[in-house]
């Protein structure tokens, strides 16, 4: 579902680029503090350019006792002649900017290689693109999971929110036991606002539009196999009494489907945003998820790159026991975390939330994330990640010119 591009090392690059712009201005000042340097020496000896003063000429009287260092440097085609000076103090200053000067030169030389070596430390990018321009650049330690298939799973189409997905990637980081999902969909918050957006997502799991709801139907709902012979359990768990009764069971009534997860990482993320589904007897067949406890955090804007985010966060409140560590094979130094889960949607600047005739087609990029760790939270692993979303440049459609009509006289 993605297209791979080559691996980009933007962070060398823009090191190196840095470096040699300081060694530019560097070089340039040098050679300007050189310039001024030859000419005061020039006027320190009172002799015109490419020309050697007398060393048998006394100048106002006074021999000069001593050869000008700067006058050296200024004429090193003239080696041991006496040129005229200035007293010893303003001499003695002269020499310690020319020794500054060299030691200038010498540091930078030196520090060149270093500067070099810490560039090609910094982790190599790599680039998931998917077809519409959408992408991210995360460093190599980021794997792609494959296959992928598209949200929300077949079960859960009927009962999940109204969002059509074309583009999803999924990657995962085995050292940190992250796991980050990049799709574009359809535009569900057309005629909204940030506002009406937030209370949305802070509503109580299972109302269907809620931030848990999301990340169960869209981003971590329990395995397929599971959910496809749950439907099939469901019609062999209901009364048969139902079929002779005129009037439908409740919808508040619903049989648990307890899944077995397999010892994944995305199954783990599954298992600690629901231990399974609940089928309730709807015309549909309405799937709910059986949510974990969460703790929903307030929601925050984030402009980047020309993308304007809306992000939410919902930190788990389970902390794992040895058991569930054994099972999906974590390291045991993460008994008592919990698990962390975010959830961003953006579009380039400004958010659609109303249609605009010459922004069209704009689109709205869906950002999940989970991880786990020890900490407060995972949100400064995740804004690093968002701040890495790219996507492709919107076409401004030119506006309509107003059509008048004039009627025939």
């Not at 496809?228 to 619903?254: C, F, I, M, N, V």
Request: aromatic fraction near 10%.
């Amino acid at each position: 579902m993605f297209l791979p591009d080559g691996r980009r090392e933007e962070g060398q690059v823009m090191t190196t680029v840095t470096f040699v712009a300081f060694a530019g201005v560097g070089v340039a000042f040098l050679i300007h503090v050189l310039v001024q340097f030859r000419r005061r020496a020039e006027q320190a000896a009172d002799i015109p350019s490419g020309l050697v003063a007398d060393p048998s000429q006394p100048a106002n009287g006074v021999a000069p006792e001593r050869n000008g260092i700067l006058a050296m440097i200024a004429y090193p085609g003239v080696a041991g002649a006496k040129m005229r000076t200035v007293v010893p103090s303003q001499m003695n200053r002269k020499r310690r900017a020319v020794s500054m000067l060299l030691l200038g030169m010498v540091g930078l030389f030196l520090l060149a290689p270093a500067a070099f070596e810490v560039a090609s430390q910094s982790p190599p990018l790599h680039r998931f693109s998917l077809p519409s321009g959408t992408l991210i650049d995360l460093p190599d330690d980021w794997a792609a999971r494959e296959p992928v298939r598209l949200p929300p799973p077949p079960s859960l189409a009927a009962s999940a929110p109204q969002v059509s997905f074309s583009e999803i990637v999924v990657v995962e980081n085995a050292g940190t036991h992250s796991l980050l999902q990049v799709a574009v969909s359809n535009n569900p918050f057309m005629g909204r606002d940030a506002e009406s957006l937030d209370a949305q997502m802070h509503v109580f799991a299972g109302s269907g539009n809620s931030l848990a709801d999301y990340l169960f139907y869209f981003f971590f709902p329990p395995p397929r196999d599971c959910l496809d012979g749950g439907a099939e359990a469901y019609q062999k768990a209901q009364p048969k009494s139902h079929a002779d009764e005129q009037t439908a069971p409740s919808p508040d009534l619903g049989i648990p489907l307890y899944c077995r997860y397999s010892p994944t990482l995305s199954d783990f993320y599954s298992n600690q945003v629901s231990a399974g589904a609940v089928y309730r007897p709807t015309e549909a067949g309405r799937v709910d998820g059986m949510f974990r406890p969460f703790y929903l955090a307030p929601m925050e804007e984030v402009e980047s790159g020309g993308l304007t985010f809306y992000v939410f966060e919902a930190q788990g409140q389970v902390p794992l026991d040895q058991e569930t560590i054994n099972y999906f094979n974590l390291p045991d130094d993460l008994r008592g975390a919990q698990a962390d889960f975010f959830w961003a949607v953006g579009a380039p600047t400004p958010f659609p939330f109303f249609r605009d005739p010459q922004r069209k087609n704009v689109p709205i990029i869906q950002v999940a994330y989970a991880g786990v760790s020890l900490g407060p939270n995972q949100r400064s692993e995740f804004m690093k990640l968002l701040h890495q979303v790219h996507s492709a440049p919107i076409v401004i459609q030119p506006a309509t010119p107003d059509v008048v009509y004039v009627p025939a006289s």
